[in-house]
């Protein structure tokens, strides 16, 4: 019941649907007007039809609107054409193009004057209503094909910078309302590039390239009459050059809005070339007193004048800049604008010379003047030209763009300014000459026979050095060294600059004709030849100070035999230490070969025998800085002196020798060199010294060792006691001149053997006790001068092992007057054994027990005594029956 309700429902939206839709056709507007030969198409569509979504076509045609139709094409029917237009259709001039399932395209490729008409454009009914339209009619006007292109030859040669105008007559048969434009083109190649359209209906549509030109006036249209049109580009460049064409095209205006080309012509106006500017461009300097001269002779305060004339095919349309160099240096410029910027200031390499103007003389001539001319206005003189074209029109105001054409610098004119020059002799000779690395080098380099030299002058030099083969990294090449210019100042070269700052290396003015370089510490590099250069400076018309002239000195040649340096050392005993507590010293002197000024440090190395480790005692840096080897005791670091004694010499000292100290001592010296301040030191070579030797033999008292327990066995938490005694004999000093330093060791037996040391006092009383993985804890007592006593508190089962006393005496030396350090003393071993008691351990846990369980049966008692008494009591009394079996029963 439901499905059938829903089908009802859709027919009926169906036919709903049917009634309210209304086919329409449609046409291209009309009527469409057409050139003969030309390509025609006309649009045909439909909306709002019912049926298959892709819709067929048929086209029709007549003369007029009365006369009957012709079948031209449809869309589905390949026979439908009428058999007067079945060949056209056949060769394809006459086509229908789908474009899309409700749209076709009626195509004609060459429009006959006989395809004028009327046309009808139908579509068969697929709709189920017939309702709308289902043809729509358009005419088709066919004229004349009257459109003629006739361009103007430009001339195919212009100069850069002139102008360029293309004359091109564009007209046709006014026979219906149609409009022409025109447009230019240029040809590069295969590729045209629109340069401006005018048209159809008085606009003007310039190319992408020529926009920034047509607004700035440098591209201009100059409608002509009857049909004559003429486009003129000004200021052209060589990018203007190709082949420039004329394009003549036809439009009409249909009833849409839209402007349609019917038909179009192009023609070639010809090929023009652009003569670049440089091509025609010349430029020449010559002197206005004799115009074919190449060099001048001028003396000193006279005027130097120079014309520059220029010459070029298009020399009104450049806008000149002309500029004068002296030895190619820029001293004087007139922009384009006429403006002159000189580049000489009151300061800088250019105020040494005179005071040059500018000015234009002629149309193609600007003269050159230099006043008051001095022997630094001598060199060759050049005048150039750069030629600009305003890229703008003429009538744009030169819109501010400019395009430099071409550049051109004439022949130089040797300009020479007659004047003495000073003159004088050198000579350089050896002050100081190094024999080794190191040592300082001093050069003198003499000015002698000095003539023609104006007063003010002053004379600067420029050292330079030059390596010696295997030397350096190029030893060609001359390196400068520093320059001592005419009024003093130190101008140093790249290579030596930190040396000289540093002042390692000095330039100096001795004498006013003496002049000395110096190097503090002469290095290997430094060997090589050695120039100086002297050079005499004036006094200028400007009051500055500038070089007339400069000589140079035969070179001299500083070297020196470079042998391995070598050192040695010599160490002899200042001091005996003959008994302990004594003080040794000795002392290290140091001699060298091939080696300079140098700094050293100093090692003071010992070993117990010959064959026994090395120690290192002290250290002395280069720079005197002292430290201590590991091997050092702290406590004993104040007994401990290394000092520099003299230049190549020094001095170890060693107070209260102990018999621990006895052995070898000697020093290990290295020498170390610097470059120059503030670098890192070199080392150079380094030697070791004899070895000195300190033994003596102790005549002091004999000590013993003993180490006694009062018991073997403890139980746990116990106190154990070990007693360490110690016995004297021989010359036994006095108890205040006796002490000791005693340490305990435990050895533990299980689990392997692993000594640990307890605790320990020193001989001044202080006790230190080690960690130690145990419970119990440890103390020790001093019971005499000779006794102690370890005590092991709390004693646990981890406490069981070995125990051994060591003890160091130390005594007062009577013949010294100092503490002197005995022999170490190591004393037997004694084992301690913790016992595991099993009574006293269960002995308290029994107890606990016994007594618990008394407590807890009393308790029971007590609790049931009282249960029967208060809660079990029946309180009503039942007399007993006479009747025995039920008595019995009931029991």
Known sequence: MKMDNYLLTLVFGLSMLGGCLARVVTVSPGPLIRVEGQPVSIRCDVNDYMGPREQDFEWMMSKDGNAPRIKIISTFDTSYSHASLSKRVASGDISVVRLTDNEVELKIAEVKAQDAGFYWCQTPSTDSVISGNYEAQVQLIVIPNTLKVSPQTPPPVVP?????????????????????????????????????????????????????????????????????????????????????????????????????????????????????TGQSLSVKASSSSS???????????????????????????????????????????????????????????QAKRGEASLERTGYEEYRLAVRGVSGEDGGA???????????GGRSAGGGGRWHMAAEKTSSPVTVKVSQIKPSFLLNLEPILNPQMTAEPTELACHVTNITHFPPGSRLGVTWEHTTLPGIGDDPQTSHPIG????????????????????????????????????????????????????SAWSVSSQG????????????????????????????????????????????????????????????????????????????LSPDNVVQHGGATDPNRRDSLV??????????????????????????????????????????????ESNKVRIDFQENGPSFSIDIQSDASTVYPWQTAKMKCSLSVSGSSPKTDDLAYEVRWFFTRLRGGATTTQVASVDRFGVVRKED??????????????????????????????????????????????????AGELTSSRIFLTVRFAVWDSLKLPLLYGVSASIGVGLFSLVLGLVCAQCCCRNTTHTPRSRNKLMDLEMD
Request: with cysteine; net charge neutral.
């Open 160 to 276: 850069e910078g002139s102008d360029i105008t293309l004359s091109c007559n564009v007209t046709r048969e006014l026979t219906h309302p149609t409009y022409l434009s025109v447009t230019w083109l240029l040809k590069k190649g295969a590729t045209s590039e629109e340069i401006l359209t005018f048209g159809p209906q008085g606009g003007v549509v310039t190319g992408q390239k020529y926009a920034r030109r047509y607004a700035d006036g440098g591209v201009r249209l100059v409608p002509g009459k009857n049909g004559l049109f003429e486009l003129v580009i000004s200021r052209v460049t060589t990018s203007d050059e190709g082949i420039y064409e004329c394009n003549g095209t036809e439009w009409t205006h249909e009833n849409t809005g839209k402007w349609v080309k019917i038909v179009e012509k192009t023609k070639e106006m010809g090929t023009v070339a652009v003569t670049p």
């Open 291 to 349: 115009p074919s001269a190449a060099s001048l002779l001028l003396s000193p305060g006279d005027t130097l004048t120079l014309l520059c004339s220029v010459a070029a095919d298009n020399l009104p349309s450049l806008a000149l800049e002309v500029t004068w160099l002296a030895d190619g240096r820029d001293i004087i410029t007139m922009d384009r604008s006429g403006v002159v910027i000189s580049n000489t200031s009151s300061s800088g390499a």
């Open 381 to 391: 003189y050049a005048c150039r030209i750069r030629a600009f074209i305003e890229k």
């Open 483 to 534: 320059t001592l210019d005419g009024q003093g100042n130190l101008l140093p070269g790249a290579m030596y600059s930190d040396r000289l700052k540093s002042g390692v290396m000095s330039l100096s003015r001795v004498q006013p004709n003496t002049f000395k370089l110096r190097f503090l510490r002469t290095q290997e590099i430094d060997m090589g030849e050695y120039v100086c250069a002297v």
């Open 544 to 619: 500055d100070m500038v070089k007339t002239v400069e000589h140079s000195s035969s070179p001299l040649t500083v070297r020196w035999d470079t042998k391995r340096p070598t050192l040695n050392v010599v160490a002899k005993r200042i001091r005996e230490a003959s008994a302990g507590g004594a003080t040794f010293e000795m002392s290290c002197a140091v001699t060298t070969e091939n080696l300079g000024g140098a700094g050293y440090s100093v090692l003071i190395q010992s070993q117990e025998s010959l064959e026994s480790n090395v120690r290192t005692i002290m250290t």
């Open 642 to 687: 290394l000092t520099k004694s003299g230049p190549a010499e020094f001095r170890f000292r060693l107070s209260g020798v102990q018999l621990s100290d006895r052995g070898f001592y000697w020093c290990d010296i290295t020498a170390w060199t610097k470059q120059q301040p503030g670098q890192t030191w070199t080392k150079a070579t380094s030697s």
């Open 772 to 821: 130690r993985n145990s419970s119990s804890d440890v103390s020790i007592e001093r019971d005499d001068t000779h006794t102690y006593m370890l005590n092991i508190h709390g004693t646990q089962d981890s406490d069981s092992g070995e125990y051994h006393c060591v003890a160091t005496p130390w005594y007062l030396s009577a013949s010294t007057g100092a503490w002197t350090q």
